[in-house]
Nanobody
Framework: QVQLVESGGGLVQAGGSLRLSCAAS????????MGWYRQAPGKQRELVAV???????KYGDSVQGRFTISRDSAKNTVYLQMNSLKPEDTAVYYC????????????????WGQGTQVTVSS
């Protein structure tokens, strides 16, 4: 069991930047998958960026080259640096941790944060 708390969301103009943080209540050094998903009104939930054990980070096609995921295991925290933001990035961003590494659709051991709103104006 793990509690996840996101922060750093807000309102920004197109072209601006935000940095999201997700603080976990326990050690994440050996976590199978940890990262970010987002969901906008009327749209499907989509992968933003995740760190998978033993592999390079995976990014959604729409954010590739603009967003960067990183983590500080000593602080039990994962970050999402978002640059060159676009209006279509507007969504609620959710932190996700999965100890099995199966992802949110298959795992029985996944945990979600409460979400943080990101709004990008034109």
């Amino acid at each position: 069991q793990v509690q996840l708390v996101e922060s750093g969301g807000g309102l920004v103009q197109a072209g601006g930047s935000l940095r999201l943080s997700c603080a976990a209540s326990r050690n994440i050094f050996n976590v199978g998958i940890m990262g970010w998903y987002r969901q906008a009104p009327g749209k499907q939930r989509e992968l933003v960026a995740v760190i998978i054990s033993g592999r390079n980070p995976k990014y959604g096609d729409s954010v590739q080259g603009r967003f960067t995921i990183s983590r500080d295991s000593a602080k039990n925290t994962v970050y999402l640096q978002m640059n060159s933001l676009k209006p279509e990035d507007t969504a609620v961003y959710y932190c996700y941790v999965d100890f099995s590494g199966l992802g949110p659709d298959r795992s029985r051991n996944g945990f979600w944060g409460q979400g943080t709103q990101v709004t990008v104006s034109s």
